[in-house]
């Protein structure tokens, strides 16, 4: 059983920055993919950035690309999302997820094993 353990977020002003990352117990992270979606109060759940086992490869959303940057690092069984230039539509609770039986980022939800519990992030105007 894989654990993912979030932490970051938190409350900041339009045109901050912020980070959020997430822990995973999984004994094989180097070759899991990791992604963060996002969910925001009365929207479906959402894609933000992925990135394969390797950390070599990385996939945004067209919504925060150039002001969102997603790393891995497989030493510490961590990945971490960078935001800046944060927009209002940018609050929601953040997920970090991971694939067990691919290296290969999707942006389909579904395709991720396991959650982290996630974490607000909250972006005032």
């Known amino acids: 059983q894989v654990q993912l353990v979030e932490s970051g977020g938190g409350l900041v002003q339009a045109g901050g920055s912020l980070s959020v990352s997430c822990t995973a117990s999984?004994?094989?992270?180097?070759?899991?993919?990791m992604a963060w979606f996002r969910q925001a109060p009365g929207k479906e759940r959402e894609f933000v950035a992925g990135?394969?086992?390797?950390?070599?490869?990385?996939a945004y959303a067209d919504s925060v690309k150039e002001r969102f940057t997603i790393s891995k690092d497989n030493a510490k069984n961590t990945v971490a999302l960078q935001m800046s230039s944060l927009k209002p539509e940018d609050t929601a609770v953040y997920y970090c997820?991971?694939?067990?039986?691919?290296?290969?980022?999707?942006?389909?939800?579904?395709?991720?094993?396991?959650w982290g519990q996630g974490t607000q992030v909250t972006v005032s105007s």
């Open positions: 999984a004994r094989t992270f180097s070759r899991n993919s």
């Open positions: 990135i394969t086992g390797s950390g070599g490869n990385t």
């Open positions: 997820a991971l694939r067990s039986y691919s290296s290969s980022v999707t942006s389909r939800w579904r395709d991720y094993d396991y």
